[in-house]
Each structure stands twice: as C-alpha cells, then as structure tokens.
C-alpha cells in the first residue's frame, strides 16, 4: 500500500507543496515544530533514508540545500536544522526546520497552531524563494 507521502505526490492527497524536482519533494509538515517546518522525500517510496543509495542520498541533500536557501529567504531565522527520525512515516524523509535556537527544535512539546491560509502563505513565500 502507498505511503501518505507517496499520496501526497501523486496528488491524493493536499499538501502545502513548497518545491519538487524529478527525484524530490518537499511539503510542510502538517504538525510544525517550527515556522516552515518542511519535510524533503524522495518521490520513489523507501522506508529507511540510509537504504537510499549514495548518488541518491548526495541529490537529496543537495535537492534538501536548495529547499533550506529558500526558508533562509523567506523565514526569519538564524540557520535551518536537520532532523531524521521516520518511526511515523514508513517513507524517508528530512525535517527542515527554520531556527534561531536549540529549543525551536522540540519535537516533544506543544506542535504550532497555524491555519490552512497562514500555512498556504508561508508555503508560497518559500515556494517563491527556491532557485
Ligand atoms: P517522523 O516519521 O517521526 O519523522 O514524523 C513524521 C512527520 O510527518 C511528522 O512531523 C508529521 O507531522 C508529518 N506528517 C504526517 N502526515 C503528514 C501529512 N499528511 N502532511 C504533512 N506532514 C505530515
């Protein structure tokens, strides 16, 4: 059975799409940690991001690079973080998150609360951001 995120790029499924290119994807999450949370996945499903091969893996984080220059554009923050965790979703995936301190990484405490029109418009600002 197709993945959530395998659903979400065929279309299935909304998303706030922030950028794609033939091999990659990257969405908001729909729980974010932080402003911009965005999420980068391979559009072929895989389970686990360190089954992926090398040459792959390099696009990806190179793909994953690009996404992140955007959110620096268009999020105020002092860097943007990386995270891998994928116990959720059995489809791999990269949590870039837009931060000025450690703490804005919690995964463990209270998710924002942003509605679907201010998610559409930080999705669209870093959408216009990505080269
Ligand atoms: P993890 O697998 O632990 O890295 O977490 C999966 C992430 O996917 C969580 O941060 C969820 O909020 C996020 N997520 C789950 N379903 C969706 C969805 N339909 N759209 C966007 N993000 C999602």
């Known amino acids: 059975m197709a993945t959530i995120f395998s659903?979400?790029?065929?279309g299935e499924i909304p998303c706030h799409?922030?950028?794609?290119d033939e091999?990659?994807?990257a969405?908001?999450?729909i729980n974010p940690v932080a402003v911009g949370h965005t999420l980068v996945i391979p559009k072929a499903e895989v389970?686990?991001?360190?089954?992926?091969?090398?040459?792959k893996l390099g696009r990806m984080m190179a793909f994953a690079k690009r996404v992140a220059r955007a959110q620096e554009a268009a999020i105020p923050c002092k860097r943007v973080g990386v995270a891998v965790m994928g116990l959720e979703v059995p489809h791999a995936h990269i949590h870039l998150l837009p931060i000025a301190k450690e703490s804005d990484m919690n995964f463990?405490?209270?998710?924002?609360s942003l509605s679907q029109e201010e998610l559409a418009e930080i999705a669209c600002r870093i959408r216009e951001k990505f080269e």
Do not use: C, H, S
């Open 7 to 10: 659903r979400i790029v065929a």
């Open 17 to 20: 799409k922030v950028a794609e």
């Open 23 to 25: 091999e990659f994807f």
């Open 27 to 29: 969405f908001l999450d």
């Open 47 to 55: 389970d686990y991001l360190f089954d992926i091969d090398d040459p």
């Open 108 to 112: 463990f405490g209270k998710k924002l």
